[in-house]
């Protein structure tokens, strides 16, 4: 065991050496939280196996020169993030690699379809009646003040944050959603099964972005100014073509959106409809 510890030691010393790791003092991210992220990149990208032991909090305390207090935090962030699990009397030992992959679009165009039933679960966690603002009242196709719900929900994967949802909805056309629980946990089963409007497209745009708001990171469990990826979208009325939901969701770190592309889509011509898409596409770029 003691031989073990001694050359993940060895490994990361020379892993740091490699890879040039620097850890900025006076950056706005925590200390702590940087030395997590290092040392999650540490495990993905020199492969140590799930059920390895960990490097010591004394060695990675001396190979990056930080306090072990500094190290405690960062190895309690890999351990509530499932990348790192405590045996007692034993050590700290190697998880399966807790990262998530979904599908930039699933068939329902609700990310909670694509996982087992039951193992992605919602949290509530607020539900208001708002004036439109400026950006929303454009993108619902309303007047600014307009009454708009406001719902957000806190999406949980094995017991772990996944994405903090936030979605803005014509409060007149669904009145009482969110009053009770979701059908099967998914808002878009609730328009379609409850209110009866199908769905018939979302667009969707994915950019790489910070947490700028306290009680969403409190809600992701990570520092203000983290990084995540921000999925933003409207999403269409079958029956109509117009937009009911306006999408602002919130993913952590360690979640990536997948998509593929098929040679025949690349020949395709895109439609008078996917051109304006596109155009819009590239205003947004440069918000």
Partial sequence: MLEEADDRANLLETYASQTKVELVNDSQIPLYFQLARVLQRFIRETGIAAGEQFPSEEAIGTCFGV???TVNKAIQELLNQAWLRRVRGKGTFVEEDPRVQLRMLSDSMSPVEQFPPGAVSYKLVDRQILGASRDI??????????????IRRLRVLHEHPLCLCDSFLPAARFP?????????GSLYATLEETYDCPLQRSMRWVEASEVVEREAAELLGIPLLSPILLLSGVTYALKDDAPVEVIRSRFREGISLVNTVTRDALRRKPTDQERGTSESDSIRGTR
């Fill in 67 to 69: 306090s072990r207090p």
């Fill in 137 to 150: 009242a454009a993108e619902l196709n309303v007047e600014v003040g307009t009454q708009t719900l406001f």
């Fill in 176 to 184: 009482g959603l969110g009053e009770t629980p979701f059908v099967r």
